[in-house]
């Protein structure tokens, strides 16, 4: 792996985060980039997406967090991020 891995939010991850407390913010954040250094690690859950994609859902410090890695453009794309 070459590290190289961003993760992208859609449109409704991005208003999520923002939504957030700064201190939420930046621990969900270092969730992100962790989830991006490790693109391929198994989530707590497995589901499908709306196309039937195979999703990762992983829960952090109080959020379900739901991605994909894209290993075509190395970008983890987050699809979901949602208070448990």
């Not at 991005?14 to 962790?34: D, M, S, T």
Request: negative net charge; contains cysteine; glycine residues 10%.
């Amino acid at each position: 792996m070459t590290g190289d891995w961003q993760f992208i939010l859609n449109e409704s991850s991005v208003e999520f985060l923002l939504a957030c407390k700064a201190r939420q913010r930046e621990g969900l954040l270092k969730v992100l980039h962790g989830l991006a250094a490790n693109p391929y690690q198994r989530g707590d859950y497995e589901g499908r997406d709306s196309t039937g994609r195979p999703v990762q859902i992983t829960l952090a410090g109080g959020f379900l967090i739901t991605f994909w890695a894209d290993s075509y453009v190395e970008e983890l794309r987050v699809i979901r991020i949602e208070t448990v």
